[in-house]
């Protein structure tokens, strides 16, 4: 085997992974890579040494999960960022019942007037004061 | 991630890998800094991604890094920047080893790095960077043999 052929195989040694018993023969003969398994070695360690300098984190990851709202301080807003659905959506979807809630009453004045014309249609003479009992005075007219 | 002391406890454990990981894929403490926030951030606003049967947490955390630090590149290019940053590589390095790691290809420091540093296994590196383990083989092969050459060039300069 060449020196570019086991070129592979200097790299798994010195990885401590197998290398065919070819290889290994090459290895231990040749000169030139005995020489790239000590360099290896060699700034192996010194990468490790550079490594070694900590890098101290800057921020905290409770003050990292207050600003991305998952702190225990703002739980709405950690729901709010947990939510898997679309935020929008659902903020539309609470608008649209907000919006059929507060339309009720008036739905509710409107049958009302709705039912005083009929009566007054069908010359009923009690005034309106609510939809049941009209009701009954209307079918109680057939 | 509901319970801060968890998360505390997880960052404290695992934020200077992964720091450290960026700063050799992006050569820019800054940007790497803020990557490494990001990582931390996605697992903990969705934490039921991270499947222990797949991968330790370390490892997945690597993976968030590697996927922050990609996004980063695709709008520095989209941006018209080159997504290196030159000014570090050529001032703010004080280790010879590392200047030198810093010139290489992104794909040389990442598996470098994470071979030398982290110590994973080759079958690791395979799983993690979703190559086969031939090519692991032949990446850190030449991921080394780049490195040594320009290291003994320079190691001859001084």
């Known amino acids: 085997m060449t020196c570019q052929e086991v070129a592979v195989f200097v790299t798994a040694l010195y990885d401590g992974e197998n290398v065919p018993r070819a290889a290994g023969e090459h290895i231990f003969e040749c000169q030139g890579c005995r020489s790239k398994l000590k360099d290896y070695s060699e700034m192996g360690v010194d990468l490790r040494l550079a490594a070694s300098i900590q890098v101290e984190p800057t921020r905290t990851p409770t003050a990292m999960l207050d600003r991305a709202g998952c702190g225990t301080s703002r739980p709405w807003a950690f729901l709010w960022q947990r939510m898997s659905v679309p935020r929008y959506t659902v903020l ?51 | 991630m509901e319970d801060t002391t968890e998360a505390e406890q997880i960052y404290g454990e695992h934020s200077s890998p992964i720091r450290r990981l960026l700063r050799v894929l992006i050569r820019d403490p800054a940007v790497a800094e803020d990557l490494t926030q990001e ?62 790691l810093n010139r290489l290809p992104c794909d040389h420091r990442e598996i470098l790095w994470l071979r030398e540093m982290e110590g994973y296994s080759y079958q690791e590196l395979a799983d993690m960077l979703q190559i086969p383990l031939g090519t692991v083989r032949s990446r850190l092969s030449s991921a080394r043999e780049h490195m040594r050459l320009v290291w003994s060039e320079r190691k001859g300069c001084l």
């Not at chain 2, 903990?44 to 997945?60: K, M």
């Not at chain 2, 590149?73 to 590589?89: S, Y």
Request: proline share 5%.
């Open chain 2, 39 to 100: 990582a931390f951030l996605h697992f903990w606003q969705r934490p039921t991604l991270f499947d222990p049967g797949r991968a330790s947490l370390r490892a997945y955390l690597f993976g968030v890094a590697r996927k922050k630090a990609s996004e980063w590149r695709r709008r520095q290019a989209a941006a018209g920047q080159t997504g290196e940053v030159v000014r570090t590589v050529e001032a703010d390095e004080p280790f010879l080893i590392t200047d030198i």
């Open chain 1, 92 to 142: 539309v979807l609470l608008c649209l019942l907000a919006v059929s809630i507060a339309a009720i009453p008036l739905g509710r004045k409107q049958s009302r007037d709705g039912f005083c014309s009929v009566s007054r249609r069908m010359n009923v003479e009690r005034p309106c004061f609510g939809s049941r009992p009209r009701m009954v005075m209307i079918i109680s007219k057939f």
